[in-house]
């Protein structure tokens, strides 16, 4: 009896022959990037480094793109907004010590939007491994221990013959749901060490899928049917897991209302008769889903700005859907299934009856009355123009990047995304400089459609010399800097918790004329001009830059107890 675990593929006469006489002169970094490529891979991002320098010798002997940026953590942002657009493992490059240390708030950005990143490091040489001081340049005495509570897992290839199968196994943890970032070192001397090992091919990383187990899809199936007033809220892993057209099927067919968490957004069609849109910052919409006997999470762990900061408290019976298994049940009990979204939505697809209920739609409408009075009563016009302006502006298709500023604030909530995978922010992990970027790494990976990064001042100062990278690889992204002369939203924190600030105001530079020393365009604006302005330079190919001179405010919060 043959047994499938018993079949082997045996080598071609001509893989025989390669196997046996390798080209001469290769490394290990030649193995780095053979395996790469095996995987599939066709760019990588990052920048060099004295011990990654054997990793960057071989990349001109391999079919590899490389788009090095100018700061390691900027390189990790756009390594990050590659893996959101394509759905793959986004390679990244970097040094030891000083290098792989400053991509760490990027790192901590993937890992919480989920974006798969396979960061690649060099190590100090072998001999320095294990905490021993021997004094090598950017030695750490466990430079992975800085990483392990920041990406998915930790691989070190401690010989040549180690290379492909770790880098194999990051890949495939990278992309198995939750997809994230991971870290993968590698010694100096193996990386530049002569290997007589023959060419890596095709590799095999599939990725590992988590199905949801049939008793609780079952149970959840019965629970929709049978509610009186469902309600869902959709988060990230909706938009990871390529999920939104299923999403759209099951509130439609239980009649269930649906909101969607600042990650999510795009996962629900923003017109949609069952659409809350993004309004969770609301005290109307938290009442409203407190009020369903059935609430549906999917992809979301229901955290900070996914609960009006934690003062949402469900009454009902919640399902939530995670594939992360920490965020289960991490914040309010229910029936937890840890599985992908996408093949969750499809089983619930296969096994819930269809819910009649005219009023769904009323429902809706009523909240989003009740909104539209809120902000209306509170002077925002200016606000709502400029927002209004950049969606006008802004192609229907096109990714947008938005950094920690006051005008992403309101994207999170009142921006219509036009689809799943559309609108990105640094809502994950916090952290400024992201926007821009992320905005160059997607326009590596999609070229044919323009980028748009939105940024204050401040978060501007963070990745401004990535201009000479957009400039350099003529990338097709425009940015526009809102420039409020200071960190605006601390502004906003401060004053109103303190009565007054500190350390919120900035002496910035002339952005347009900056951007224009890149060989860059840059134009200023106001919001009477901006959607003609943004418009214009969305539609010249290449790099452009937009400057609005204008303090936002934002809408008041309502999880301080004000309505």
Known sequence: MTHDHDLVLRPTAAQTEAALNPPPGRTGGDLVVETLAGLGATTVFGLPGQHALGVFDALRRSGLRYVGLRVENNAGFAADAYGRITGEAAPLLLSTGPGALTSLPALQEAA????????????????????????????????????????????????????????AEAWKSALTVPPGPVWVEIPQDVLVAETVLPVVTAMDATPDELPPRPELTALAAHLLANAARPAIIAGGGVVRSDASGKLRQLAE?????????????????????????????????????????????????????????????????????????????????????????????????????????????????????????????????????????????????????????????????????????????????????????????????????????????????????????????????????????GYGILREYMTESFGETTATELTGPDFAALAESFGVPGVRTSPENLAADLAEALKSPGPSVVVLPARLRMFAPTHLGSD
């Open 253 to 485: 067919r239980v009649q269930a209302p649906v909101v969607t968490t600042p990650g999510g957004k795009g996962a629900f069609p923003w017109t949609h008769p069952l659409s809350l849109r993004s309004w969770l910052e609301d005290r109307h919409t938290t009442d409203f889903l407190e009020d369903a006997d059935v609430l549906l999470v999917i992809g979301s762990g229901l955290g900070e700005l996914s609960s009006n900061y934690h003062t949402f408290a469900p009454r009902g019976r919640v399902i939530q859907i995670e594939a992360d298994l920490g965020k289960l049940e991490s914040n309010h009990p229910g029936v937890g299934i840890h599985a992908d979204a996408r093949l969750a939505l499809q089983a619930l697809l296969e096994t819930v009856r269809r819910r009649e209920d005219a009023s769904a739609p009323e429902r809706v409408r009523e909240v989003l009355a009740r909104v539209r009075e809120r902000i209306a009563a509170q002077d925002l016009t200016r606000e709502q123009q400029v927002l209004t302006a950049v969606r006008r502006a802004l192609p229907a298709d096109s990714p947008s990047f938005w950094d920690m500023t006051i005008l992403a604030y309101w994207a999170w909530s009142a921006f219509d995304a036009m689809g799943p995978n559309h609108l990105h922010s640094a809502q994950g992990a916090g952290g400024l400089g992201y926007a821009f970027p992320a905005a160059l790494g997607a326009a590596v990976a999609d070229p044919t459609r323009p980028v748009l990064a939105v940024s204050g001042d401040g978060g501007a100062l963070y990745s401004i010399a990535e201009l000479a990278t957009a400039r350099q690889h003529d990338l097709d992204v425009t940015w526009l800097i809102v420039d409020d002369g």
């Open 112 to 167: 919480a939007a989920s974006a798969p990143v396979l960061a690649i490091s060099s190590q100090v040489p072998t001999a320095g491994l294990g905490g021993g001081r021997r004094g090598y340049l950017h030695e750490l005495p466990d430079q992975a221990a800085s990483f392990r509570g920041v990406v998915k897992s930790v691989h070190t290839a401690r010989t040549a013959s180690q290379i492909p199968s770790a880098i």
